[in-house]
Protein backbone atom coordinates (compact mmCIF):
# COMPACT_ATOMS: atom_id res chain seq x y z
CA UNK A 1 0.00 0.00 0.00
CA UNK A 2 1.01 3.00 -0.54
CA UNK A 3 1.70 5.82 1.77
CA UNK A 4 3.82 7.41 4.64
CA UNK A 5 5.22 5.83 7.74
CA UNK A 6 6.29 7.32 10.80
CA UNK A 7 8.43 6.04 13.53
CA UNK A 8 8.17 5.51 16.29
CA UNK A 9 4.31 5.91 17.09
CA UNK A 10 5.41 6.71 21.03
CA UNK A 11 8.90 7.99 21.64
CA UNK A 12 10.93 9.06 25.02
CA UNK A 13 13.59 10.80 25.72
CA UNK A 14 15.64 12.80 28.80
CA UNK A 15 15.87 16.53 28.63
CA UNK A 16 19.32 17.33 26.89
CA UNK A 17 19.46 14.73 24.31
CA UNK A 18 19.03 14.30 20.69
CA UNK A 19 16.56 12.54 18.86
CA UNK A 20 15.88 11.95 15.34
CA UNK A 21 12.02 11.25 14.52
CA UNK A 22 11.69 9.17 10.91
CA UNK A 23 9.55 9.83 8.44
CA UNK A 24 9.44 7.74 4.91
CA UNK A 25 6.68 7.76 1.96
CA UNK A 26 6.50 5.37 -0.98
CA UNK A 27 4.09 7.97 -3.25
CA UNK A 28 6.65 9.11 -5.65
CA UNK A 29 5.97 12.95 -3.64
CA UNK A 30 8.80 15.17 -4.32
CA UNK A 31 7.47 17.84 -1.21
CA UNK A 32 7.69 16.68 2.49
CA UNK A 33 6.73 18.80 5.77
CA UNK A 34 7.11 18.28 9.31
CA UNK A 35 4.52 19.71 11.52
CA UNK A 36 4.37 20.14 15.50
CA UNK A 37 0.75 19.77 17.21
CA UNK A 38 0.05 21.02 20.55
CA UNK A 39 -3.43 21.42 22.16
CA UNK A 40 -4.91 24.11 20.86
CA UNK A 41 -2.56 25.49 18.92
CA UNK A 42 -3.42 23.67 15.32
CA UNK A 43 -0.24 22.10 13.31
CA UNK A 44 2.74 24.46 12.81
CA UNK A 45 4.98 24.17 10.22
CA UNK A 46 8.75 23.52 10.97
CA UNK A 47 10.58 22.61 7.95
CA UNK A 48 9.61 21.67 4.24
CA UNK A 49 11.58 20.09 1.55
CA UNK A 50 10.37 20.45 -2.32
CA UNK A 51 12.90 18.74 -3.80
CA UNK A 52 16.36 16.50 -2.62
CA UNK A 53 18.77 18.03 -0.91
CA UNK A 54 16.97 21.09 -0.80
CA UNK A 55 14.81 22.26 2.28
CA UNK A 56 12.97 25.54 4.14
CA UNK A 57 12.50 26.72 7.22
CA UNK A 58 9.02 27.18 8.26
CA UNK A 59 7.82 28.75 11.21
CA UNK A 60 9.18 27.32 14.11
CA UNK A 61 12.43 26.10 13.08
CA UNK A 62 14.50 26.98 15.95
CA UNK A 63 15.70 23.93 17.34
CA UNK A 64 15.01 21.10 14.50
CA UNK A 65 17.20 20.05 11.91
CA UNK A 66 16.25 18.21 8.85
CA UNK A 67 18.11 16.63 5.86
CA UNK A 68 16.76 15.16 2.58
CA UNK A 69 19.28 13.00 1.02
CA UNK A 70 16.58 10.70 -0.31
CA UNK A 71 13.04 11.36 -2.54
CA UNK A 72 11.68 9.02 -0.17
CA UNK A 73 12.80 9.99 3.59
CA UNK A 74 12.63 13.57 5.45
CA UNK A 75 13.76 12.33 9.23
CA UNK A 76 13.55 15.76 11.94
CA UNK A 77 16.13 15.95 14.92
CA UNK A 78 14.61 17.44 17.68
CA UNK A 79 17.66 19.15 19.29
CA UNK A 80 18.50 19.78 22.50
CA UNK A 81 18.10 23.69 22.07
CA UNK A 82 14.64 23.10 21.37
CA UNK A 83 12.74 24.54 24.38
CA UNK A 84 9.12 22.91 24.87
CA UNK A 85 9.56 19.41 22.81
CA UNK A 86 6.88 17.73 23.90
CA UNK A 87 4.55 17.46 21.16
CA UNK A 88 2.87 15.16 18.70
CA UNK A 89 4.63 15.66 15.41
CA UNK A 90 3.10 14.93 11.66
CA UNK A 91 5.20 14.04 8.56
CA UNK A 92 2.93 14.92 5.89
CA UNK A 93 3.84 14.86 1.69
CA UNK A 94 2.53 16.34 -1.48
CA UNK A 95 2.78 16.62 -5.00
CA UNK A 96 4.01 19.95 -6.33
CA UNK A 97 1.47 20.53 -8.65
CA UNK A 98 -1.24 23.52 -7.15
CA UNK A 99 -4.35 22.95 -5.75
CA UNK A 100 -3.42 19.48 -4.86
CA UNK A 101 -3.67 18.22 -1.01
CA UNK A 102 -0.70 17.33 1.45
CA UNK A 103 -1.13 13.06 2.42
CA UNK A 104 0.08 13.07 6.47
CA UNK A 105 1.61 9.89 8.32
CA UNK A 106 -0.19 8.63 11.56
CA UNK A 107 2.35 11.14 13.63
CA UNK A 108 4.72 10.36 16.47
CA UNK A 109 4.17 11.52 20.26
CA UNK A 110 7.53 12.55 21.45
CA UNK A 111 7.53 13.64 25.57
CA UNK A 112 10.85 14.91 27.05
CA UNK A 113 11.13 14.51 30.74
CA UNK B 1 -0.07 37.21 5.34
CA UNK B 2 -1.74 34.37 5.18
CA UNK B 3 -4.01 32.72 7.86
CA UNK B 4 -7.19 30.62 8.65
CA UNK B 5 -9.87 31.58 10.69
CA UNK B 6 -11.88 28.52 12.42
CA UNK B 7 -14.81 28.64 14.80
CA UNK B 8 -13.84 27.52 17.89
CA UNK B 9 -14.84 24.67 19.67
CA UNK B 10 -15.48 22.28 21.37
CA UNK B 11 -18.44 21.89 19.27
CA UNK B 12 -21.13 19.15 20.84
CA UNK B 13 -24.22 17.99 19.01
CA UNK B 14 -26.67 15.33 18.98
CA UNK B 15 -27.02 12.93 16.64
CA UNK B 16 -28.72 13.70 13.57
CA UNK B 17 -28.30 17.58 14.36
CA UNK B 18 -26.95 20.04 11.52
CA UNK B 19 -23.15 20.85 11.73
CA UNK B 20 -22.31 24.09 10.15
CA UNK B 21 -18.53 24.38 11.27
CA UNK B 22 -17.18 28.27 9.85
CA UNK B 23 -14.09 28.91 8.00
CA UNK B 24 -12.56 32.38 6.50
CA UNK B 25 -9.27 32.90 5.26
CA UNK B 26 -7.27 36.05 4.41
CA UNK B 27 -5.00 35.29 1.40
CA UNK B 28 -3.26 37.04 -1.60
CA UNK B 29 -4.67 35.73 -4.69
CA UNK B 30 -7.07 32.60 -4.94
CA UNK B 31 -5.59 29.72 -3.00
CA UNK B 32 -6.85 26.10 -2.88
CA UNK B 33 -9.10 25.32 0.69
CA UNK B 34 -9.39 21.90 2.08
CA UNK B 35 -11.14 20.27 5.04
CA UNK B 36 -9.12 17.67 6.71
CA UNK B 37 -10.39 15.22 9.64
CA UNK B 38 -8.42 13.88 12.90
CA UNK B 39 -9.78 11.45 14.68
CA UNK B 40 -7.99 10.74 18.02
CA UNK B 41 -4.30 10.14 18.24
CA UNK B 42 -3.80 9.82 14.34
CA UNK B 43 -2.81 11.80 11.71
CA UNK B 44 -5.25 13.95 9.55
CA UNK B 45 -6.89 12.35 6.30
CA UNK B 46 -8.03 14.83 3.38
CA UNK B 47 -12.16 15.20 3.65
CA UNK B 48 -12.77 17.56 0.81
CA UNK B 49 -11.11 20.12 -0.94
CA UNK B 50 -12.10 22.95 -3.53
CA UNK B 51 -9.89 24.94 -6.02
CA UNK B 52 -11.30 27.90 -7.38
CA UNK B 53 -14.11 29.86 -6.33
CA UNK B 54 -17.95 28.59 -6.06
CA UNK B 55 -16.39 24.85 -6.34
CA UNK B 56 -18.18 22.72 -3.86
CA UNK B 57 -16.24 19.79 -1.97
CA UNK B 58 -18.16 17.15 -1.00
CA UNK B 59 -17.35 13.78 1.03
CA UNK B 60 -19.30 11.18 3.28
CA UNK B 61 -21.77 13.93 3.57
CA UNK B 62 -20.15 16.61 4.13
CA UNK B 63 -19.91 20.16 2.44
CA UNK B 64 -18.11 23.05 1.57
CA UNK B 65 -18.69 25.93 -0.97
CA UNK B 66 -15.73 28.26 -2.00
CA UNK B 67 -17.19 31.92 -1.47
CA UNK B 68 -14.69 34.65 -2.75
CA UNK B 69 -17.14 37.17 -2.39
CA UNK B 70 -16.96 36.49 1.82
CA UNK B 71 -13.62 34.49 1.96
CA UNK B 72 -15.19 31.89 3.43
CA UNK B 73 -15.27 27.74 3.18
CA UNK B 74 -17.76 26.56 5.89
CA UNK B 75 -18.24 22.84 6.46
CA UNK B 76 -21.54 21.49 6.46
CA UNK B 77 -23.47 18.04 7.44
CA UNK B 78 -26.87 17.40 7.18
CA UNK B 79 -27.34 14.75 9.80
CA UNK B 80 -24.12 14.12 12.46
CA UNK B 81 -23.46 10.84 13.60
CA UNK B 82 -21.28 9.53 16.55
CA UNK B 83 -18.66 8.18 14.47
CA UNK B 84 -18.12 11.98 13.18
CA UNK B 85 -16.77 12.90 16.73
CA UNK B 86 -13.14 14.16 15.60
CA UNK B 87 -11.11 17.35 15.33
CA UNK B 88 -11.76 19.30 11.71
CA UNK B 89 -8.97 21.69 10.24
CA UNK B 90 -9.81 24.59 7.78
CA UNK B 91 -6.29 24.97 5.04
CA UNK B 92 -5.42 26.99 2.54
CA UNK B 93 -2.68 26.64 0.17
CA UNK B 94 -1.78 29.69 -1.92
CA UNK B 95 -0.70 29.45 -5.89
CA UNK B 96 2.42 27.66 -6.27
CA UNK B 97 4.44 25.05 -4.60
CA UNK B 98 3.91 25.71 -0.85
CA UNK B 99 3.01 24.31 2.38
CA UNK B 100 -0.69 24.12 3.16
CA UNK B 101 -1.27 26.59 6.12
CA UNK B 102 -4.22 25.37 8.98
CA UNK B 103 -6.28 26.80 11.09
CA UNK B 104 -6.38 26.12 14.50
CA UNK B 105 -8.90 23.25 14.55
CA UNK B 106 -12.62 22.42 15.75
CA UNK B 107 -13.31 19.49 18.19
CA UNK B 108 -16.77 17.99 17.50
CA UNK B 109 -18.48 15.48 19.98
CA UNK B 110 -21.58 14.06 19.10
CA UNK B 111 -23.85 12.26 21.58
CA UNK B 112 -26.07 9.76 20.77
Known amino acids: DGGITQSPKYLFRKEGQNVTLSCEQN?????MYWYRQDPGQGLRLIYYSQIVNDFQKGDIAEGYSVSREKKESFPLTVTSAQKNPTAFYLC????????????FGPGTRLTVT | GNSVTQMEGPVTLSEEAFLTINCTYT??????LFWYVQYPGEGLQLLLKATKADDKGSNKGFEATYRKETTSFHLEKGSVQVSDSAVYFCALRRKGNTPLVFGKGTRLSVIA
Open chain 1, 92 to 103: ASSITSEGYEQY
Open chain 2, 27 to 32: ATGYPS
Open chain 1, 27 to 31: LNHDA
